[in-house]
């Protein structure tokens, strides 16, 4: 915060002495609030400034011969310089203060009682009226009221004895009377003005960088939530601000789709390192934008396998229908990156419906997840699938069917689910068009057999299908 002080004073073109800046600093604590620091500043100034200025006081009265009015502002002089030291060692700045309003409040009304009154004394008890100013600066406006409240008290005093004080008026002659009337009036104007603008203009400079250490904690908190959304979903972040408890949740409804690149650490082995996490990152920020555009919850990816799902953590109705859009456009979308950067690329697609649970684990790098029967099944689509293809379940099918047109698998062995019944799906219905893709055109044709998406061979997908069957 120094620094920032110094760079706001360099900005600005304030150049405050370093003399100055040091004595205003004697008291401050490393503990110290911005507004403590200021407000131990302003007072040590204060009592500098006035204690310097009572040399005027204290020579013009002594060498009239007024020894008794003299000593009065000569003891402020050095009560005020005891009372610093001490300050400086201690850094009490509770005693510091009163002892110094006090002074400031007191001695001047005594000052003008030892002249005389308010005529002779040329209204010294002016200076009084720093002592509840100061007090609205150094302790605040609540505490700044008894300050005050005494000040008309001593001024009222002063008032009903200022006859008998007029019997014993000091002997002084007019054109000094004059001369202190100005002084005094000039005095405790400048004092009042040179505190007031030190006081605010300081205040500014801790409110500018407050505010820009502020707009540095917006930007930062920015950041923090974005990098936050970008692990969790955005209701479970918010979940687990409010709450940092555990988060688990059952889904009745929900559909999981796995996608995984085939033949993917042969690709690799002829790849640099940056060439592989490079292919990868455009590939799936591909899948990122469709997730997006779909509305659906990326998971994780796991090497060169992604994982998506719609339902959770946010239910929806429609989840099988979307993960079926997302899935013909995830396939097209392969098609479309070969044909722009020259890099051949398939993709075995699978997924399943049906109840999930889902939640936060970790305390270190959480990471949100999904588990139950339905995700198992969805990676096995997956694995079990045929290139180029989207394979799903009988739950599924039973969800789609009369959307989008399927191929019947039979006897497809499973890992730990045996034989099952699974279905390919090749494209939209021409009868019931079901949910308009995310994507501008038409969908991508079917191979002879029913059962390829655009970018695979009809001789891939009857190799594929008969290594399995």
Known sequence: MGFQM?????????????????????????????????????????????????????????????????????VYQLASVMSLVVFARTKRYQLFCV?????????????????????????????????????????????????????????????????????????????????????????????????????????????????????????????????????LPAPVADRLKESPSLIADGYPEATVLFADLVEFTRLSERMTAHEVVQLLNQVFSRFDDLADGHGLEKIKTIGDAYMVAAGAPVPRPDHAHTVAEMALDMCAEISRYGEETGVALTIRVGFDSGPVTAGVIGRRKFIYDLWGDVVNTASR??????????????????RLRDRYEFRRREGVE????????????????????????????????????????????????????????
């Open 381 to 398: 689509m997956e694995s079990h699938g045929l290139p180029g293809c989207i394979q799903v379940t009988p739950r599924a099918h039973d």
């Open 99 to 231: 002892s110094q309003l006090s002074m400031s409040l007191v001695l001047p009304f005594l000052l003008q009682a030892s002249l005389g009154g308010f005529g002779v004394s040329s209204a010294v008890a002016l200076w009084a009226f720093t002592a509840p100013l100061g007090a609205l600066l150094f302790v605040g406006v609540r505490r700044a009221v008894p300050w005050f409240g005494a000040f008309v008290v001593l001024l009222v005093i002063s008032g009903v004895v200022e006859s008998r004080l007029a019997e014993h008026a000091a002997a002084i002659p007019a054109p000094i009377v004059a001369t202190f009337f100005v002084l005094n009036v000039l005095g405790v104007s400048l004092t009042s003005y040179l505190l007031l603008q030190y006081f605010l203009r300081e205040r500014e400079r801790i409110l500018a960088a407050l505010d820009e250490e502020h707009r540095r904690l917006e930007a930062e908190q920015a950041r923090s939530e974005k990098l936050l959304l970008n692990i």
């Open 6 to 74: 110094r760079g706001l004073q360099r900005r600005r073109g304030v150049n405050v002495p370093t003399w100055v800046g040091r004595l205003a600093h004697v008291g401050a604590d490393p503990a110290d609030s911005e507004e403590v620091r200021l407000r131990k500043a302003t007072l040590t100034l204060s009592s500098t400034l006035m204690a310097g200025m009572a040399v005027v006081w204290v020579v013009t009265y002594w060498s009239l011969g007024l020894w008794r009015s003299g000593l009065i502002p000569f």
């Open 414 to 469: 499973i890992k730990g689910k045996g034989s099952m019944t699974t279905y390919l799906l090749t494209g939209r219905s021409g009868e019931h068009p079901g949910i308009e893709s995310r994507r501008e055109g038409p969908p991508p044709p079917h191979s002879e057999e029913g059962v390829g998406i655009r970018g695979v061979s009809a001789n891939a997908h009857r190799a594929s299908a008969d290594g399995h069957h």
